[in-house]
């Protein structure tokens, strides 16, 4: 029998609190004597009328005084479940601890007891959970806050508060995901509090943030811890089977000096840290105009930074970026084989901004990935749109960074995204760059062994600025690669620039390798690398990036009537 069953029941036919239920229960448990009674004599006893009165008003008068001493004695005893209820209802709502007794033994002081150390354990798990950053163990933004006020409350206080980013945080955790990324970050969150040393208050501000707490009294002796720390996090961390080097940023706010308070405090910290990432500095950056680290000017830029990341995350939402095209021009018969999806920012105010502008604070905002999954389905879409206007045979290339290479769906969202728009996985390119390629070149090349299975070209992008080691072309599966404009650009001075041309385009031919000279820009340097053996040629000597529309008319002119003249 199901032990609710009862309750159930007398749930359906009794709407009202529990105690009610009871004490309904109750008195007609304590009336069933006196119906029993009444109906005895109404069935076998003969009696006269005065006499049954006066034996039934006997009788319910005695019930109705048990039944209310019943009542009364049962909504008393129900007071214990009622108080913990209430108890349970109150810290759910209003997160109060209640002050329920703990020293009765029996079931229901059992109950009490139970709630109130239950209540207890749980309170202090959510203050925890308020406090610390559940995988490192190190105190929260939340936590920081509250130490940084108490530390700022002294009328002479002098506080530094030092910001450490892990630059390298989003590459790491697209490339390994998330379990593997907080398995790091705990070994390197360790390091952090090893270094900055015992009784020195340390926190996690952000995913990728750390911070500690010192005198700042003497800028000085600040920068100069700030120094080792970062000499000594500079190593590598991690477990026997993953280890990753910490790219770091420091940034340095003081008290007084920065802020007016905690928070102020936090976020000029953050700033600085900002500039130290975006500009590629080792040293600490300190916010404080005194300290001349960051002068008035600086302090525009960073908020013209912060507000231009505003901005892209905006753009990203209002669908404000749009793609140009690139054609990559075949001179054997001089006409386009291929072209580069080159992404472009329509900003409201500023105009058309080229990538160098906005890539870099994309990056370090945690916006590449979002952005070149966009790219990669606009591409997807246009090659759909130029097969419906009979332009099959134009192959499109779209780059990809190493944090969006190694991750883990990146093959099967190209896969998904091809299949949706309905495109032949022939017609679609992955460049990716020499540096790019080698991060982690097992991983590397288990990606382009699925895309090739899928039919999506490869092609190595810059190619000859990143290792300068060529052995590596035997392992990694590629079809083409561009030869670095740098070396494009010189070679009508001769010298290295030739010869590291000449060599690099007959080891990609002895390999089956496509050649691109990317960046060419004048008649001379077409035929220099044409006489080489270069045919397929990228750069503003035969067309700039230019909008889908202007690219596909391009294309069809080229289809009916003359096509580049090359030589």
């Known amino acids: 029998m199901n032990d609710l069953s009862i309750y159930h029941t007398l749930s359906a036919v009794l709407r009202c609190r529990y105690r009610y239920k009871i004490l309904a229960v109750a008195f007609v448990g304590t009336h069933v004597p006196l119906l029993a009674l009444?109906?005895?004599?109404?069935?076998?006893?003969?009696?006269?009328l005065g006499l049954a009165a006066r034996v039934l008003g006997v009788a319910l008068a005695a019930t109705l005084i048990g039944t209310a001493l019943t009542l009364f004695a049962l909504d008393q005893l129900l007071q214990p479940i009622l108080k913990t209820s209430r108890a349970l209802r109150a810290y759910a709502t209003r997160q109060t601890l209640p002050s329920l007794p703990t020293h009765y033994t029996d079931e229901v002081g059992t109950l009490m007891a139970d709630a109130a150390r239950t209540l207890a354990t749980l309170d202090t798990t959510f203050s925890e959970l308020k406090s610390f950053d559940q995988v490192t163990g190190l105190a929260n933004r939340e936590k920081l806050l509250r130490d940084l006020e108490e530390a700022l409350a002294p009328p002479n206080a002098r506080v530094a508060l030092c910001v450490l980013a892990l630059r390298n945080y989003d590459t790491v955790a697209s490339a390994f995901g998330q379990q593997a990324?907080?398995?790091?970050?705990?070994?390197?969150?360790?390091?952090?509090?090893?270094?900055?040393?015992?009784?020195?208050?340390?926190?996690?501000l952000a995913p990728h943030q750390f911070a500690f707490r010192t005198?700042?009294?003497?800028?000085?002796?600040?920068a100069a811890q700030a120094k080792s720390i970062l000499r000594v996090l500079r190593r590598e961390v991690g477990t026997d089977w993953l280890r990753f080097l910490p790219q770091l940023g420091c940034g340095v706010a003081l008290y007084p000096e920065d802020a007016t308070d905690a928070t102020g405090l936090v976020n000029s910290a953050v700033n600085a840290v900002a500039i130290a990432v975006s500009s590629g500095q080792g040293e600490p950056v300190f916010f404080s105009p005194v300290r001349r680290f960051f002068s008035p000017v600086r302090r525009d830029a960073v908020r013209r930074r912060l507000s231009l990341e505003q901005e892209l995350r905006q753009a990203l939402d209002d669908g404000q970026f749009v793609l140009h095209f690139q054609p990559v021009v075949d001179v054997?018969?001089?006409?386009?084989?291929?072209?580069?999806?080159?992404?472009?920012?329509?900003?409201?105010?500023?105009?058309?901004l080229l990538p160098g502008v906005f890539m870099?604070?994309?990056?370090?905002?945690?916006?590449?990935?979002?952005i070149e999954r966009w790219v990669l389905r606009t591409a997807s879409r246009q090659l759909r749109e130029w097969s419906v206007r009979g332009l099959d045979a134009v192959r499109l290339a779209v780059n990809l960074s190493a944090s969006e290479?190694?991750?883990?769906?990146?093959?099967?969202?190209?896969?998904?995204?091809?299949?949706s728009d309905k495109v032949d996985p022939r017609r679609l390119e992955i460049e990716v760059t020499e540096t790019v390629a080698m991060t982690d070149q097992g991983r590397t090349r288990r990606v382009f062994d699925h895309l090739r299975a899928l039919g999506v070209g490869i092609t190595i992008d810059d190619f000859g600025t990143g290792y300068s080691n060529l052995s590596y072309l035997l392992n990694l599966p590629f079809?083409?690669?561009?030869?670095?404009?740098?070396?494009?650009?010189?070679?009508?001075?001769g010298g290295n620039s030739r010869a590291i041309c000449r060599a690099l385009i007959e080891l990609a031919h002895g390999l089956g390798i496509a050649v691109v000279a990317e960046g060419t820009e004048t008649l001379a340097e077409v035929r220099t690398l044409r006489a080489m053996g270069c045919t397929l040629f990228q750069?503003?000597?035969?067309?700039?990036?230019?909008?889908?529309?202007?690219f596909a008319l391009l294309v069809q002119e080229q289809q009916t009537a003359k096509p580049f003249v090359a030589s």
Do not use: C, N
């Open 479 to 493: 079809g083409k690669l561009k030869i670095a404009r740098e070396f494009v650009s010189g070679i009508d001075a």
């Open 405 to 419: 290479l190694h991750g883990q769906d990146t093959v099967a969202l190209i896969d998904r995204t091809l299949a």
């Open 181 to 204: 990324t907080d398995a790091l970050v705990r070994h390197f969150a360790r390091a952090f509090e090893r270094a900055v040393g015992a009784g020195v208050p340390a926190a996690r």
């Open 539 to 550: 750069g503003f000597h035969f067309a700039h990036p230019m909008r889908a529309a202007e």
């Open 360 to 370: 870099p604070i994309a990056e370090a905002s945690g916006l590449l990935g979002a």
């Open 215 to 222: 005198d700042g009294s003497d800028p000085d002796r600040v």
């Open 38 to 48: 009444i109906g005895y004599f109404l069935q076998f006893e003969p009696i006269s």
């Open 332 to 352: 054997r018969d001089s006409h386009v084989a291929a072209a580069e999806a080159l992404i472009r920012w329509w900003h409201p105010v500023r105009g058309l």
